[in-house]
């Protein structure tokens, strides 16, 4: 509730601008975060490398001992940087002097690993030292991190490795376990050293400044990936945003002018109130205050007509005009008045038998004509959904008109059925009668509306407006075809 109340307070322009830095400050830590991940990686990747090589060296020179020890140690001629070994005095023929005079001396597998890591260093830079916790050479004892992975070691350790700052910069320090073989008891066995037992361990440092120096430019190249990514990615959110404020103008004005068009509708609703109760006020008006004159004017011509006797034929011809007039008015007050209240009358759905309502009004309109010539054409089971009352309209107006309407053929044909069409099934009044132009066609719904051939015919013009605002109440359609001379068909749909 007080985050919903605190929201309630920023406008949705203000919102979509915190949520939109909001996006882009999420984003920006995404990208610092793999960038951040992504160097750790590189540099722990260089020391893995690192640490990989200095394997490599490891074995290579275990390797060279193996190599050494099984031949029982090497001779070498004596110069300025390989002179006989102090600690190898004790065995006999440390020192030979070959037939040409050359002096050679034995190097063990331990004076031959100082030997080549000396050159390794001065050649490649990367160091190593063999060491114990009981040297016999003082420059073999261990430094404090050598210290630390020999005690390792002997509590089952087989491998110690870690970067740290010696003299030249960063290394990576790798050392494994030396352990007693056969051929090394030869000078270790008097120190105490039993087969198969650790006696030292063999060191190595491999350089981490070129590693690091190609991890970096590695990062380098990642690092401006991710940037063009990051740029990317706040381009992407500054057009969605763009795009998405313009949705939010565009949903704005079209709620503002929802809003204005309702106000519209509610005053406009008023109004049709208002015409409605004026329209109710006008019926009933019609209803009482004409038809009471014309009930009057009626009912005094019918008195002045029995009143006249045989003399007054002149006269009785007179009242007879004056009563098909009111008979014409009274019809077209009737007419005016359903026409009027079909549209607010309540419907009132039902199953409506058709065949049933065409045939009664065909029976109703052969006693009012009986000397007329007529074919009545009328489907078996014609049945929809509707009210009642007002398809009962329907089918009373169209074939009143088939039958007004085809009144000058010899015989009149009026058909009622069912035809299914491409655009759904659809009931249809037929005549033969005078038809009239299709061009006309939408014209003859029209209220009032009456077309030019059919003026010889007596007519209100509110029939097919009537037939149409019924139909379509019901949520169908209405159409018509007809030719002139050769009658009209009025289709008309129910859902």
């Known amino acids: 509730m007080d985050h919903a109340r605190r929201q309630a307070h920023f406008t949705t322009p203000q919102l979509l601008t915190i949520y939109n830095w909001g996006l882009a400050a ?3 830590l995404v990208i610092a975060t793999l960038l951040i991940f992504n160097y750790h990686h590189e540099m722990s990747q260089a020391a893995e490398t690192a640490r990989t090589q200095a394997r490599s060296n490891f074995q290579r020179d275990l390797v060279y001992r193996h190599w050494n020890a099984a031949s029982g140690a090497v001779y070498v001629p004596v110069c300025d940087r390989i002179q006989p070994n102090p600690y190898l005095s004790g065995i006999p023929e440390r020192d030979v002097i070959t037939t040409s005079g050359r002096h050679l001396t034995l190097v063990n597998p331990s004076y031959m690993s100082r030997l080549v890591f000396e050159l390794a260093s001065d050649s490649f830079g990367v160091k190593g030292h063999i060491t114990s916790l009981t040297p016999l050479r003082p420059q073999n004892r261990p430094d404090d991190w050598e210290r630390g992975a020999l005690l390792a070691f002997e509590r089952g350790s087989e491998e110690e490795s870690t970067v740290v700052r010696m003299a030249g910069g960063s290394y990576l320090r790798l050392m494994k376990p030396l352990k007693t073989e056969r051929a090394c008891l030869r000078c270790h066995e008097k120190q105490g050293c039993r087969l198969g037992g650790v006696r030292g361990g063999l060191s190595v440092a491999v350089p981490m400044t070129p590693l690091w120096n190609i991890a970096k430019k590695t990062y380098q190249v990642n690092a401006a990936s991710f940037l063009l990514l990051w740029g990317l990615g ?3 959110i500054h057009f969605g ?11 704005d004005l079209a709620q503002r002018s929802l809003i204005e068009t309702n106000r519209d509708l509610s005053f406009r609703s008023g109004e049709l109130a208002a015409a409605n109760r004026d329209l109710d006020a006008f019926c009933s008006t019609v209803s009482h205050d004409l038809r009471s004159p014309l009930t009057a004017v009626s009912g005094y011509c019918q008195l002045l007509k029995e009143s006249l006797g045989e003399k007054g034929e002149e006269a009785r011809a007179y009242t007879d005009v004056i009563l098909a007039s009111t008979a014409k008015m009274e019809g077209l007050i009737t007419s005016l008045l359903r026409f009027a209240r079909i549209a607010r009358n309540e419907l009132v759905p039902a199953d409506v038998d058709l065949t049933a309502i065409a045939a009664d009004m065909a029976a109703e309109l052969r006693a009012r004509e009986p000397q007329r010539q007529a074919v009545f054409v009328i489907a078996d089971g014609l049945t929809a959904r509707g ?19 085809s009144g000058l053929c010899p015989e009149a044909r009026i058909e009622v059925g069912l035809e299914r069409r491409e655009d759904g099934p659809f009931f249809f009044v037929r005549d033969n009668g005078i038809g009239f132009d299709e061009a006309e066609a939408a014209r003859v719904f029209e209220a ?11 007519g209100t013009g509110i029939g097919l407006a009537t037939v149409k605002r019924i139909i379509e109440r019901h949520g169908g359609r209405i159409d ?11 289709y008309f749909s129910l859902p």
């Open 26 to 28: 999420g984003w920006t």
């Open 234 to 236: 706040m381009a992407g």
């Open 241 to 251: 945003a763009g795009r998405l404020r313009l949705a939010i103008a565009e949903r």
């Open 387 to 405: 009210d009642a009352g007002l398809l009962r309209v329907v089918l009373q107006n169209l074939m009143e008109n088939a039958w007004k309407y």
């Open 448 to 458: 009032f509306r009456r077309l030019e051939n059919a003026l010889q015919f007596e």
């Open 480 to 490: 018509c075809k007809a030719k002139p001379g050769y009658g009209a068909t009025f």
